[in-house]
């Protein structure tokens, strides 16, 4: 069956690849979601829709001012009283692996408060998510790329591991094919970042799902909020790990969900349908 990509703007991971015959073997996976960089700040009660910098789409809400940017692109403070800002961000996601392959992993995901900030230009830089990679049976997924702010650097989320290679470490990890016979991929999910001094413990990233051999399971890529599943005997395969939900833009949103794992055939080995992905995975 046919998967879906992760989420555009949330850095989702994209959904591992099924069984599937010579014309759609390589497609049927799917890319990962692109990131998203958020900043906001506080503005007086008498400065309603007031702006002290440029760049992104600016909109307002609750005393607060928001520059949100799903493109590249640059923040500019015009305001000496503007020293410092809230910040999220979000790294692009893994593509998912190719026949029965694992997840993609979400970006990684990071959310600041208070950083600082002068009069002067900001380079934005917004993570692709990761493409689909080798046009080869049971090849890994894209890696997502980094989004940037300031001091502030979200890796790009790891593949999703193919039937014959493993899955890539990342923002979070790319969940792990099944694993038929030696020599083939490892059947370990891809290791995720860990959380720093500028992010809470569960908003970096986290691994990829394990892969098992009989009955045939794959595994979901790591997510925000939790590891990629590993699915189980007479199960679906493994779910994609949970996001992490902001209200950064004035509304709840929930970022960097992992993708879900792969559906398998038989082969005597046993089969599973298709994992669900974490809110914001494919």
Do not use: M
Not at 139 to 145: I, L, M
């Amino acid at each position: 069956g046919t998967g879906t990509g992760g989420t555009a703007s949330t850095g989702g991971g994209g959904s591992g690849g099924g069984n599937g015959n010579a014309s759609n073997i390589w497609s049927e996976r799917r890319h990962g979601g692109s990131g998203i960089v958020v900043l906001r700040y506080e503005i007086g009660s008498s400065q309603t829709a007031t702006a002290k910098a440029t760049g992104g789409a600016i909109s307002f809400k609750n005393g607060k001012t928001i520059h949100q940017f799903l493109s590249s692109g640059t923040f500019a403070v015009t305001d000496s009283s503007l020293t410092s800002v809230d910040c999220l961000v979000v790294g692009g996601g893994g593509a998912g692996g190719s026949d029965r392959g694992g997840g993609g992993g979400a970006g990684a995901l990071r959310y600041a408060t208070s950083v600082p900030t002068t009069v002067s230009s900001y380079t934005v830089t917004i993570g692709g998510g990761g493409g689909l990679g080798a046009s080869a049976e049971g090849s890994t997924g894209g890696t997502g790329s980094s989004s940037v702010f300031s001091t502030i650097t979200a890796p790009g989320g790891g593949g999703g591991g193919g039937e014959t290679t493993s899955a890539s470490n990342g923002g979070s990890g790319g969940g792990a094919a099944y694993n038929p016979a030696p020599g083939f991929g490892s059947a370990t999910g891809a290791t995720g970042g860990t959380a720093d001094s500028t992010s809470p413990s569960s908003g970096w990233g986290n691994n990829g799902g394990a892969g098992q051999a009989s009955p045939r399971i794959t595994g979901g890529g790591g997510g925000a909020g939790g590891a990629g599943g590993t699915g189980g005997a007479s199960a679906p395969a493994g779910a994609g790990g949970n996001g992490l939900s902001y209200t950064i833009t004035g509304s709840s949103v929930t970022y960097a969900g992992g993708g879900g794992g792969g559906a398998t055939d038989g082969d005597g080995n046993g089969s599973s349908g298709p994992g669900p992905g974490g809110p914001g995975g494919g």
